[in-house]
Structure formats: structure tokens, C-alpha cells
């Protein structure tokens, strides 16, 4: 089963629209990792959440832990085109050594 | 700095093949990682090394060998291919293991047939 749900799967937003992006792990996390993925292309890092209640924000991407740390959101403020691509969470579930286990991510196409 | 490098960028293979898949990082990074990624799925490890001579097992290592004998390279070995391979594979690094960014290659698409 897995062990990292995104959602939604995919999302079509217009230019200039906030977005959000979940990801809800079933166990507590020691880290939490926000990447971006563009098409055909390797993974961009854009964040990282240690802490319950930790919150960051890079331009316009803000990402959240909640308290139990179980679950991460990845909010997007006024979406550009520039902001496509594929979301993926990653988990560090053992707190030992940076084997990530990744959501299926979240495919975010943006419209004019 | 080229960062994490990986060659080739694409292959297709016959079935029973073998093919060496080539990582190459100049950060210093103690720790690389070797993940494949399905269609709609997300990236799965396959094997990972904590520094140079030290490699260790991920969640799919099956039909796969790594070894480590330098600081910046960490190769794949595909040793028979077969189609349930086909896959993009990444090769990623990090300085260490805990709590830190891992740094991604622009992936190789293998396709075998």
C-alpha cells in the first residue's frame, strides 16, 4: 500500500489562482520534502519541514507541517505558468539515513 | 559545478541485456542514491551508499548491482534486462544522511523490449 498519499493526482488552474497540494503520511515523519519535478526533467528541491507546526515560504510556495507531523500541505499563491510540473512529497520515516519514500505526486498544469 | 550528472539520457535494450547506468556528482557528497520511477508512481529506491566502499539495499533492488568505488561515482548495473525495468531512473546525492536536501540528476529513460 502506499505509504505517502498525495492529492489530488492532477489540478488545472488558471493563471493568477491559489492551489493547494496535500500530502498525509500514516506514520510521524522526521522530515518532510517538497520537490518539483518538470516534465522529462530530475527533481527540483524546494523545501524542507522538520518541525510540528513548521512553516516556510520560498517566493510564492508556502509549505506546512502540522503538529503531528503526518501531514504536509504545499500552497501556491497566485499560480503562474511557471509553476507546472509535478509535485512530489518525500518522507524520512526512519530518521537514520535519507532513504526518502515519495507520494506518486501531483501533476499541476496552469492555464492562461 | 555540474552537480549530479547521468549518463546516458536515454537507452532501449533487447530483453537479456545488460547496460551499466553512469552517476557522477562533484559536490563531495558522502551519500548517493540510486530511484527509479514508474508512470503515475512515485520514485522508489533502489540502492543507496553511504560513502565510498559502503552500499546498501533500498525497497527494489532486485535485478539491479551498485558498487562505490569512489567518492563521486556510484554506476547501476542492469545485469539481464528485462521489460519490468523499463522505467526513468534517477541518481541523486546528499552530503549526509540525516535531514538533508538530496541532489537530483536529470534522469536516464530505459526502455527495454
Known amino acids: 500500500s502506499q505509504e505517502l498519499e498525495q492529492s489530488p493526482q492532477s489540478l488545472i488552474v488558471q493563471e493568477g489562482k491559489n492551489l493547494t497540494i496535500n500530502c498525509t503520511s500514516s506514520k510521524t515523519l522526521y522530515g518532510l520534502y517538497w520537490y518539483k519535478q518538470k516534465y522529462g526533467e530530475g527533481l527540483i528541491f524546494l523545501m524542507m519541514l522538520q518541525k510540528g507546526g513548521e512553516e516556510k515560504s520560498h517566493e510564492k510556495i508556502t509549505a506546512k507541517l502540522d503538529e503531528k507531523k503526518q501531514q504536509s500541505s504545499l500552497h501556491i499563491t497566485a499560480s503562474q505558468p511557471s509553476h507546472a510540473g509535478i509535485y512530489l512529497c518525500g518522507a524520512d520515516k526512519s530518521g537514520t539515513a535519507s532513504k526518502l519514500t515519495f507520494g506518486t505526486g501531483t501533476r499541476l498544469q496552469v492555464t492562461l | 559545478n555540474a552537480g549530479v550528472t547521468q549518463t546516458p539520457k536515454f537507452r532501449i535494450l533487447k530483453i537479456g541485456q545488460s547496460m551499466t547506468l553512469q552517476c557522477t556528482q562533484d559536490?563531495?557528497?558522502?551519500?548517493m542514491y540510486w530511484y527509479r520511477q514508474d508512470p503515475g508512481m512515485g520514485l522508489k529506491l533502489i540502492y543507496y551508499s553511504v560513502g565510498a566502499g559502503i552500499t546498501d539495499k533500498g525497497e527494489v533492488p532486485n535485478g539491479y548491482n551498485v558498487s562505490r568505488s569512489t567518492t563521486e561515482d556510484f554506476p547501476l548495473r542492469l545485469e539481464l534486462a528485462a521489460p519490468s525495468q523499463t522505467s526513468v531512473y534517477f541518481c541523486a546525492s546528499s552530503q549526509s544522511g540525516q535531514l538533508n536536501e538530496q541532489f537530483f540528476g536529470p534522469g536516464t529513460r530505459l526502455t527495454v523490449l
Open positions: 559536490m563531495n557528497h558522502n551519500y
